[in-house]
């Protein structure tokens, strides 16, 4: 399974991105979907993920991201008040079972896209 991350770029605070991740396959009902995210300097942090009727996010983006897939194969994290914070490169991911909140529980990964929000 191969994964292609796009849609980062340049925001000013408080603007919006919206991040897609395409799949080499359809995204099938046993298949978990992702967003991780690394800033500079630090380790990779979980932000959301969906699988069945299951989606989790991390406390500091609930209510500002959105993670939503179409029928196909594309997965989207929608970033709104976007902060300086949020800046680093976003990484799509995908696994068979539980939209777990674990980068190490994820078996593909998309290349990641980089998100850059100024004050």
């Known amino acids: 399974v191969q994964l292609q991350a796009s849609g980062g770029g340049l925001v000013q605070a408080g603007g919006s991105l919206r991040l897609s991740c395409v799949l080499s396959r359809r995204i099938y009902s046993s298949t978990a979907m992702a967003w991780f995210r690394q800033a500079p300097g630090k380790g990779r942090e979980f932000v959301a993920a969906m699988g069945g009727s299951r989606i989790n996010y991390a406390d500091s983006v609930k209510g500002r991201f959105a993670i939503s897939k179409d029928a196909q194969n594309t997965v989207y994290l929608q970033m709104n008040s976007l902060q300086p914070e949020d800046t680093a490169i976003y990484y799509c991911?995908?696994?068979?079972?539980?939209?777990?909140?674990?980068?190490?529980?994820?078996?593909?990964w998309g290349q990641g896209t980089l998100v850059t929000v100024s004050s």
């Open positions: 991911a995908a696994r068979v079972g539980s939209p777990l909140t674990t980068s190490s529980a994820y078996d593909y």
